[in-house]
């Protein structure tokens, strides 16, 4: 089922790169791009530290993360940034979906995804457990992008785990997706880390064997690559397997044309620094 986590990606991530998103947070006191980014992705957590947001979205430098939070609790309580949040996925999908956003589809995806967050173990998933802790919307697109944003959040806690277990940091991580050709040439700075913390991480995964000379991955690169992915992918199944097969698929079914109309309309770019392949 490893399509059903690229549609539900597909459908959550236009918040990232929605136009309305400048407006919005701005409105609510935040300044500039990447400080929205950090707090409303957080915020559900609460007015928390720097460190908590570096240790929970794991591949972005300290440094860039330190340069938003906590100053934004300054400007905007968690409270309103999530308001606001939601506010940006409302008026963005409504943008791209069009009709699609009114189908009754919707309200039955919304249903099934909430079903499947409901049945989600929140041990050890901090972000997933946050965001399943607020209350969900009544309104069926709301709801939906709500019940998928936090399954987006369950399946990435789940590859932080996997990435710690293989003994990759964030820094390799994003140095691991670019030499994989998954993300766009501008993701070390997309992620904050300077040149020489980027050559570093590039130094320690020779070391290992990831990667070779030239920075290309090497074969044991890939078979651990491999590894962290199919790992990613069992801590993942949680949702899928409370759905069972056949309500996991009618959800994949549900999701795939407000997918295909997110990117028709431009809602996501490719490749995107989430590495995030068309679904």
């Not at 079903?115 to 989600?120: F, G, L, M």
């Not at 972000?127 to 009544?138: R, T, V």
């Not at 030239?214 to 199944?237: H, I, K, P």
């Amino acid at each position: 089922m490893d399509e059903i986590w690229r549609l539900i990606e597909c459908c959550h991530a236009p918040v990232y790169f929605a136009p309305e998103a400048k407006d919005a947070y701005a409105a609510a006191g935040l300044k500039g791009f990447w400080m929205g980014y950090f707090a409303s992705r957080s915020a559900a957590l609460g007015p928390v530290s720097p460190q908590v947001v570096t240790a929970v979205f794991y591949n972005f430098a300290p440094a860039m993360v330190a340069r938003a939070i906590p100053d934004a609790w300054r400007f905007c309580p968690p409270e309103k940034v999530l308001e606001a949040r939601l506010e940006v996925a409302g008026r963005c999908l409504r943008r791209l979906l069009g009709g699609l956003a009114d189908h009754p589809d919707v309200r039955e995806a919304a249903g099934l995804a909430g079903a499947a967050v409901e049945a989600c173990p929140a041990a050890g998933r901090v972000l997933f457990a946050a965001h399943a802790a607020l209350p969900p919307p009544g309104e069926p697109l709301a709801a939906l992008w709500h019940a998928l944003t936090a399954l987006r959040e369950f399946r990435g806690d789940g590859h932080v785990a996997a990435l710690v277990t293989a003994g990759l940091d964030g820094c390799e991580a994003n140095v691991v997706a670019s030499a994989l050709g998954l993300v766009p040439p501008e993701q070390r700075a997309y992620r904050g880390w300077t040149e020489e913390e980027w050559r570093a991480a590039a130094d320690r995964l020779r070391e290992r064997g990831v990667l070779d000379r030239e920075g290309a991955m090497t074969e044991r690169g890939r078979r651990e690559r491999d590894a962290v992915e199919a790992l990613t992918e069992r801590l993942a199944r949680p949702p899928l397997d409370a759905l069972g097969e056949a309500g996991a698929a009618r959800l994949a079914r549900l999701l795939r044309p407000l997918a295909a109309r997110i990117v028709d309309e431009g809602g996501l770019p490719f490749p995107n620094a989430m590495a995030m392949p068309r679904p």
